[in-house]
T-cell receptor, first 113, second 112 residues
Framework: SQTIHQWPATLVQPVGSPLSLECTVE??????LYWYRQAAGRGLQLLFY??????ISSEVPQNLSASRPQDRQFILSSKKLLLSDSGFYLC????????????FGQGTRLTVV | GQQLNQSPQSMFIQEGEDVSMNCTSS?????WLWYKQDPGEGPVLLIA?????ELTSNGRLTAQFGITRKDSFLNISASIPSDVGIYFC????????????FGTGTRLQVTL
């Protein structure tokens, strides 16, 4: 069966520090991968998605970037965090080429102080 | 861009009551999904709908894909305390990478 792992679960970082969140999927090949952000009490905002290794599409211009160095690995990064980057970050995957459901990781609670 | 209006924003109900919530879109979707999110957790898929008019059940949950393809409904019957959480609708149209658009969520509180 497929599983998705996301870490760390929580993170407190100072303003101006770098960020690296990692997500990996097991049990499937060539998934579509997504990064979402959820502000407190709000819905999910799509940040980046990837249909293959090295292929990244950005939905929202911002202080963040994403990379996909391996088929089932998706990384969210920032060179210098802002206070407004605080939030709950979720990684998700869908099956390539099919209109299937999206499955989410457990999320990372990022607090920028 | 796509917009999803989800209502109600929050609900306070008593245990045993039935719950209804809905989502409407400004454009047509080909897929509707309903998720539940517990505090500090990722959303968990409850029901997936793929065809206009489709009515699908999952235990006490029932969801429908609206005929116009611009709306969807979720009903929870005989609510219990563990139903507490935030419920999100999500829609997808034919396009790149199966991107989902999420509603703003319905926060459900159940009192004993």
């Amino acid at each position: 069966s497929q599983t998705i792992h996301q870490w760390p679960a929580t993170l407190v970082q100072p303003v101006g520090s770098p960020l690296s969140l990692e997500c990996t999927v097991e049990g499937t090949s060539n998934p579509n991968l997504y990064w979402y952000r959820q502000a407190a009490g709000r819905g999910l905002q799509l940040l980046f998605y990837s249909v293959g290794i090295g292929q990244i599409s950005s939905e929202v211009p911002q202080n963040l970037s994403a990379s996909r160095p391996q088929d089932r690995q998706f990384i969210l990064s920032s060179k210098k965090l802002l206070l407004s980057d605080s939030g709950f970050y979720l990684c998700a995957w869908t099956e390539q080429g099919r209109a299937t459901e999206a499955f989410f990781g457990q999320g990372t609670r990022l607090t920028v102080v | 861009g796509q917009q999803l209006n989800q209502s109600p924003q929050s609900m306070f109900i008593q245990e045993g009551e039935d719950v209804s919530m809905n989502c409407t879109s400004s454009s047509i979707f080909n897929t509707w999904l309903w998720y539940k999110q517990d505090p500090g957790e990722g959303p968990v898929l409850l029901i997936a709908l793929y065809k206009a008019g489709e009515l699908t059940s999952n235990g006490r949950l029932t969801a429908q894909f609206g005929i116009t393809r611009k709306d969807s409904f979720l009903n929870i019957s005989a609510s219990i305390p563990s139903d507490v959480g935030i419920y999100f609708c999500a829609g997808r149209w034919s396009g790149t990478a199966s991107k989902l658009t999420f509603g703003t969520g319905t926060r459900l509180q159940v009192t004993l």
